[in-house]
């Protein structure tokens, strides 16, 4: 037998388990750049006819001005919109979300809501989402499609004038359109802050393990 | 179809690029380094050669242009837009355009007269009493513009594609070309199925009244089907043809399908 032969039992015993598989990996990296790229944009077509009292610094826009700010929307949605949907039917198929983020019980989101104001939250085997997470996780994955949802209604809204009744009309689909981006941002701000804090969690969204 | 490359054998790319920033004057470069930096946009501009914001440019306008196709595939000609009761109507419907209300053609009606071109059989010019002589229908649809607010109003007048019907128009022709008279020419291309569609309307009332000067006397064009600035006011002219002519907004970047 030559040298070069691994065993079964080699294999098996390669250090470390992969936590985020490679498909996972490029379509959060991917969902990451897609999402800025909305949010910065959407900014930009807020200010030319904000909802609220305010507008967005000007820094912190994309486009240059709203003709801008809606080509890189429209352009960022498709990448956006094909990630996405790739995303949800691999975690469906493969099982990952209901593995991952299933069950999600009040008792649980409780207990580890508590565990994590008082930073007794462990995160010894990053595999295992508490429920924290996994609230959070399933959230914005319908925070998602929520926001894709009423992006299309206000895209298309007499071919998908369904899709507004969905919402109510037009205006309050905008409204919808505005609250899950503050959601997003929201969830982002906590997101990258819990990564930092928990480095082996950004690497092994980098390098798997 | 190969790229050109802009890079001399020998020369460091980043030195390139950051010695012309250098001579970039300072809002540019700021501006420059932080949308590239910040953004992105380099990983969607793998495989360019120079990083610079024509090319992002360029990229996001064939991204338009794929969506002007892909919003025509999905456009279905018998799709009608929500139509309102008149309790709806938003009071005081507002005044829109890229100058004051003050600066709004003041179109003498009396002189004036809707001219015809391009691919039709009669291309006799049209009087306000001519034309106020067609069947007229009354719709109540919400108009939603551009920036994303959006209000509803009742428009009065004849569907577009009866009077291509009685013109003779090629209705297998590309685009209805408009012209107007607003302040340094405004023009937008309307594509013939949009054109044919039974909610687009050649507009001569606002909310049953003989529309004012601020709505777009003596005629605008409605299109509830289409984004705010696709619905032409003061309207001159119209052309048949197969040529796409570009428009007011169309040529500064807004989406030229731009459908509802």
Not at chain 1, 12 to 27: C, F
Not at chain 1, 187 to 199: C, E, G, R, S, Y
Not at chain 2, 173 to 180: D, L, S, T
Request: with cysteine; charged share 20%.
């Amino acid at each position: 037998m030559s040298s070069l032969t691994v065993s079964d039992e080699q294999v098996r015993a390669t250090p470390g388990k992969v936590i985020q598989p490679v498909w996972v990996r490029v379509m959060h990296w991917t969902n990451a750049v897609a999402m800025v790229l909305m949010i910065l944009s959407g900014w930009q077509i807020y200010n030319a006819s904000p909802l609220f009292g305010f507008s967005f610094p000007r820094e912190y826009t994309l486009g240059g001005w709203l003709g801008g700010g809606l080509l890189w929307h429209f352009a960022a949605m498709w990448l956006l919109m094909v990630n996405g949907l790739a995303y949800l039917i691999t975690g469906f198929a493969t099982g990952r979300f209901a593995k991952k983020l299933l069950p999600i019980t009040p008792a649980g989101v409780i207990h580890d809501v508590r565990a994590a104001l008082t930073f007794k939250l462990s995160h010894d085997d990053l595999s295992v989402y508490n429920s924290v997470q996994r609230v959070l996780y399933a959230g914005i994955i319908v925070v998602g499609v929520l926001i894709v949802l009423s992006g299309l209604s206000m895209w298309k809204p007499v071919q998908l004038h369904w899709l507004v009744t969905l919402f109510g009309d037009y205006p309050t689909a905008r409204y919808v359109h505005f609250f899950c981006m503050a959601a997003i941002c929201a969830f982002l701000v906590i997101h990258v802050l819990l990564a930092l804090l928990v480095p082996k969690s950004l690497r092994a969204m980098i390098i798997g393990r | 179809m190969t790229k050109r490359s802009f890079l001399i054998p020998g020369v460091d790319k980043r030195l390139l690029i950051k010695d012309s920033i250098k001579t970039m004057p300072d809002v540019t470069r700021r501006r420059f380094i932080a949308g590239g930096a910040s953004l992105g946009a380099l990983t969607l501009l793998t495989g360019c050669d120079v990083v610079d914001s024509s090319s992002a440019d360029a990229l996001l306008a064939k991204i338009s242009k794929f969506n002007d196709a892909v919003q025509s595939f999905i456009f279905n000609p018998d799709a009608l837009a929500p139509t309102f009761p008149e309790s709806a109507i938003t009071k005081p419907f507002p005044f829109n355009a890229y100058y004051d209300l003050d600066d709004a053609p003041e179109v003498d009606g009396e002189a004036w007269k809707l001219e015809v071109r391009g691919l039709v059989d009669n291309k006799k010019s049209w009087t306000l009493p001519e034309l106020y002589k067609l069947p007229q229908f009354t719709q109540i649809t919400r108009h939603i513009c551009v920036e994303g607010w959006s209000a509803i109003g009742s428009w009065t007048g004849t569907p577009l594609r009866d009077f291509l019907k009685l013109i003779g128009a090629d209705t297998r022709a590309k685009y209805v070309w408009f012209q107007c008279a607003d302040k340094d020419g405004y023009n937008s291309p309307l594509d013939m199925r949009t054109a044919l569609h039974p909610q687009t309307q050649m507009t001569f009332k606002y909310a049953n009244d003989i529309l004012p000067r601020a709505y777009g006397f003596p005629m605008k064009i409605r299109v509830p089907t289409k984004l705010g600035f696709k619905n032409p006011k003061y309207v001159m002219s119209m052309e048949v043809t197969n040529d796409y002519k570009g428009g007011y907004w169309e040529d500064q970047g807004y989406n030229s399908f731009s459908g509802s």
